[in-house]
């Protein structure tokens, strides 16, 4: 690696990339990855798909960039008509940036100004949950719940946002307490935090519909996100779903909220948006918010250079149109319990596995120590850490985490294949996965 990159870590330098195809990686080595989960759950469609690398090297040819504040562009527009042809019916239209966390700040903004429009100065605050991710710049890193990745940063982190408890059964689920009756105490901490903070103070709650990589693929049980878009209306909360790992179809349907039968009045998308062939983020907004806007001030006050990028947009489009083409979110939905299955099946009775949980193409496995007690290995052995160098060592990419309870302690591994990996694949994965497991906690 050069000396003037500036690494991610000092500590363990990367590997280097020169290829990649399909579900696999190729290192500078000659040595092969399969991978299991499209880097952090981006690689929808595996590693250059050629339809896609096809239209990005048309667009890039025709028209590179032209400034937002000048040009509207052809992909913008064509990626705009697509999303809001497949969007739930609510939405109408959508704000292009260049990833999640960009999304996410436009968002919080969006929110923010469209109570300033609607002559609502006081809703500043923002409620969202602990054990999540919202991205990593300074707005996203405050509503977001990760504790370690907030704590260097706290005393930067606004205190307009407040946390409530994430919807983790697994763990917080009480002896006794049927799986509804859990997803009502813990919805109902969004009532007693808006109580708290004033009900006319408070402008949006933020949640992964599927909470990614800080949880691990942790699904709400049925109910909580009807009791929390009750919750919202009963007080005009603007309801914000983070779909940026858990949408664009992998967890089975295009949106994530669709399992929940609940409508977001502002959704964030990213990563399966453009399937990391390109960098993409979007904010999608309700037809409600719009009008706010539209009968108010005529404009948000918020921008980016790169935001409605012709290269992004057009790869986001051929992305969109391969993933209808090949059928492949149905696929998702279908053949995920395949991959459930062969989880199951490998780690069901495994020692140090706790829980498997997840939705479509998108599932975690959580250790323990001991199963009966889940207690939990000594954070500072790292298991996670190790586990991710034992998967490369075999040539697997996976996403491992620590910190999966409060921050600290747990360990969990998430997979988040391409949707159009063949079933060997999703075989060797979890194989793979299976000796990375016995190496790192046997
Ligand atoms: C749910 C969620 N929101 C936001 C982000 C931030 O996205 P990005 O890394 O593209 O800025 C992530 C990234 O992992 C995420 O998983």
Redesign the pocket.
């Given at each position: 690696m050069s000396d003037h990159v500036f690494p991610r870590s000092f500590a363990s330098p990367p590997l280097t990339a020169v290829a990649a195809e399909g579900s696999f990686i190729f290192d500078n080595q000659g040595k092969r990855y399969l991978d299991a989960s499209g880097g952090?759950?981006v690689s929808c469609l595996g590693h250059s798909h050629p339809k896609v690398v096809e239209v990005i090297r048309e667009q890039i040819g025709r028209l590179d960039y032209a400034h937002t504040g000048f040009f509207t562009n052809s992909a913008q527009e064509a990626l705009a008509d697509d999303i809001m042809a497949h969007a739930p019916a609510n939405m109408a239209r959508a704000f292009f940036v260049s990833?999640?966390?960009?999304?996410?700040e436009s968002a919080i903004k969006m929110a923010r100004q469209y109570w300033l429009e609607k002559g609502e100065p006081d809703r500043t605050r923002i409620i969202a949950r602990r054990q999540?991710?919202?991205?990593?710049?300074l707005g996203?890193l405050a509503v977001g719940g990760n504790a370690a990745r907030r704590a260097p940063y706290a005393p930067l982190l606004s205190d307009a946002m407040s946390h409530i408890a994430p919807c983790y059964p697994y763990r917080d689920r009480g002896d006794g307490e049927s799986e509804a009756e859990y997803g009502l105490r813990v919805a109902n901490e969004l009532e007693t935090e808006i109580q708290r903070l004033g009900p006319g103070n408070v402008a949006a709650f933020v949640a992964?519909p599927v909470v990614?990589?800080t949880l691990g693929s942790q699904p709400a049980v049925p109910g909580y996100f009807q009791r929390i878009r009750q919750i919202c209306d009963a007080h005009g909360v603007l309801l914000i779903a983070?779909e940026?790992?858990?949408g664009m179809g992998r967890c089975g349907t295009l949106y994530a909220m669709e399992h929940e039968g609940v409508a977001a009045d502002l959704i964030?998308m990213?990563?399966g948006l453009g399937g990391g062939m390109q960098p993409i983020?979007c904010l999608l907004a309700s037809q409600g918010v719009v009008e706010a806007y539209v009968d108010g001030s005529g404009a948000f006050t918020h921008g980016h250079t790169y935001m409605g990028h012709p290269v992004g947009c057009a790869a986001a489009v051929a992305v969109q149109q391969v993933l209808r083409e090949e059928g492949l979110i149905d696929h998702v939905y279908n053949n995920g319990p395949k991959l459930e299955a062969l989880l199951q099946e490998r780690f069901g009775n495994h020692a140090h596995v706790g829980d498997i949980r997840g939705r479509g193409y998108f599932w975690s496995l959580e250790f323990v120590a001991d199963r009966t007690s889940k207690s939990v290995f000594d954070p500072k052995e790292k298991r996670h850490a190790r586990l991710g160098q034992e998967g490369l060592a075999r040539g697997l990419i996976c996403y491992p985490m620590g910190g999966t309870i409060n921050g600290i302690q747990g360990d969990h591994v998430s997979l988040a294949p391409p949707y159009n990996a063949s079933n060997r694949e999703l075989e060797l994965a979890v194989s793979l996965l299976g000796e990375a497991v016995d190496a790192t906690f046997s």
């Open positions: 952090a759950a990833g999640g966390s960009e999304a996410i999540s991710y919202h991205g990593n710049t996203a992964e990614g990589a983070d940026v790992m858990s964030v990213a990563k983020g």
